[in-house]
């Protein structure tokens, strides 16, 4: 079964920096774009960051610069490096996949709270 | 950037009407690469319908989009209970830039 599966929310103070994981099964990160998109408090969704199969990555221009994408192909896993956090990146963050649909997400995970808080 | 402006913000409808959604792009929607979510509290989103009106796998057939250019329509032909939730467009654009809509809550009256 194709899953998606976020980890590593929580509460961080101003400008401290978390890493969000996102396991994969079923299929392989480097097969697939895979993105984090968010959705804070109240709002709509966010797309954040979308790493392709080449390596080529793509932020929000609210997050560039702070913010780094990746995986681990031998623990199927992709990353959400973020540093310089902001209240305004209190959200849930989801995790999903760009697969058969084109420019569209076909899978996602449950998401992961990241609360941004002194 | 492309921007998607959806309409209305909320549409209160009562199980068994039919539920018209609007989605209108800042600039034309390269390649029609324009898709729908459904998203309910607490759980993922789900995509309903991709490159304007295809289904995604499982979705069933009450769901129908369509559209071109700048305007897009999410119809929902007959409302059954579990359709009550945010719904939103999502556009893949040049650069590249994936952007959403900002949401259309789809309420019982």
């Known amino acids: 079964e194709e899953q998606l599966v976020e980890s590593g929310g929580g509460l961080v103070p101003p400008g401290g920096s978390l890493r969000l994981s996102c396991a994969v099964s079923g299929f392989s990160v480097s097969t697939t774009y895979m993105a984090w998109v968010r959705q804070a408090p109240g709002k709509g969704l966010q797309c954040v960051s979308v790493l392709l199969t080449s390596g080529v990555t793509y932020y929000a221009g609210s997050v560039k610069g702070r913010s780094t994408i990746s995986r681990d192909t031998s623990k199927n896993t992709v990353y959400l490096q973020m540093s310089g956090l902001r209240p305004e990146d209190t959200a849930v963050y989801y995790c999903a996949r760009e697969g058969s649909a084109e420019g569209a997400f076909d899978l996602w995970g449950q998401g992961t709270m990241l609360t941004v808080a002194s | 950037e492309i921007v998607l402006a959806q309409s209305p913000g909320t549409l209160s409808l009562s199980p068994g009407e039919r539920a018209t959604l609007s989605c209108r792009a800042s600039q034309s929607v390269s390649s029609n690469y324009l898709a729908w979510y459904q998203h309910k509290p607490g759980q993922a989103p789900r995509l309903l319908i991709y490159d304007v009106s295809r289904r995604a796998t499982g979705i069933p057939d009450r769901f129908s989009g369509s559209g071109s250019g700048t305007d897009f329509t999410l119809t929902i032909s007959r409302l059954e209970p579990e359709d009550f939730a945010v719904y939103y467009c999502?556009?893949?654009?040049?650069?590249?830039?994936?952007?959403f809509g900002q949401g259309t809550k789809v309420e019982i009256k």
């Open positions: 999502q556009q893949f654009g040049s650069l590249p830039s994936w952007t």
